[in-house]
């Protein structure tokens, strides 16, 4: 099975970009990469998922590595509200899920 | 709009009460739903996969019999902790099956507190 890796957590300061990283090196060809946070005692909200090529939307932006092995989700300019859990998620037709054990992003103001 | 609707969004009960959750699909019939249960600092753990008309499927090490799962319709299923004790405590997420590479639909959790 795929298996993602985040790290732990990661610290920014407000109008910041946020670079957070994901590897997932045993991906296959038919996964596509997931990104969610979590606030306390909420449930995950989406952020952006892609399958090969870079993705942007208003909330952030997704890159992939070409050889689709890691990717990185960036938020352009950190807020305080965007103070999360953050994590990369693997899905096989969004039926089996590979959860990373996600990135607690703190923001500074 | 929220695609997943889930209910409570928190709940106390009593040692050796039984808890009703449920998980509502609001813009789609879904024949597959799963539940999952997380603890403080860690990540979503996938307890059971629930499909319409037929019984659930359990991962391993969690008892059937103690979470019991109910999905009657293309737009309901319901998690059951029976007997709940202290350990039971926990946040209760379910998620509805879409299509493959649209966005993963999750609800908003379930705050369970067994006292």
């Known amino acids: 099975d795929a298996k993602t890796t985040q790290p732990n957590s990661m610290e920014s300061n407000e109008e910041e970009p946020v670079h957070l990283p994901c590897n997932h090196s045993?991906?296959?060809?038919?996964?596509?990469i997931h990104w969610y946070r979590q606030l306390p005692s909420q449930g995950p909200e989406y952020v952006i998922h892609?399958?090969?090529s870079n993705v942007n939307n208003r909330m952030a932006s997704l890159a992939i590595a070409e050889d689709r092995k890691s990717s990185t989700l960036i938020l352009h300019r950190a807020t305080l509200r965007d103070a999360a859990v953050y994590y990369c998620?693997?899905?096989?037709?969004?039926?089996?899920?590979?959860f990373g054990t996600g990135t607690r992003l703190q923001v500074f103001p | 709009g929220a695609v997943v609707s889930q209910h409570p969004s928190w709940v106390i009960c009593k040692s050796g009460t039984s808890v009703k959750i449920e998980c509502r699909s609001l813009d789609f019939q879904a024949t597959t739903m799963f539940w999952y249960r997380q603890f403080p600092k860690q990540s979503l753990m996938l307890m059971a996969t629930s499909n319409e008309g037929s019984k659930a499927t359990y991962e391993q090490g969690v008892e059937k019999d103690k979470f019991l799962i109910n999905h009657a319709s293309l737009t309901l299923s319901t998690l059951t902790v029976t007997s709940a004790h202290p350990e039971d405590s926990s946040f209760y997420i379910c998620r509805v099956l879409a299509q493959g590479g649209s966005p993963l639909h999750f609800g908003n959790g379930t705050r369970l507190t067994v006292t």
């Open positions: 998620i693997l899905s096989y037709n969004t039926d089996k899920l590979i």
């Open positions: 892609g399958l090969t």
């Open positions: 045993t991906i296959s060809g038919t996964d596509y």
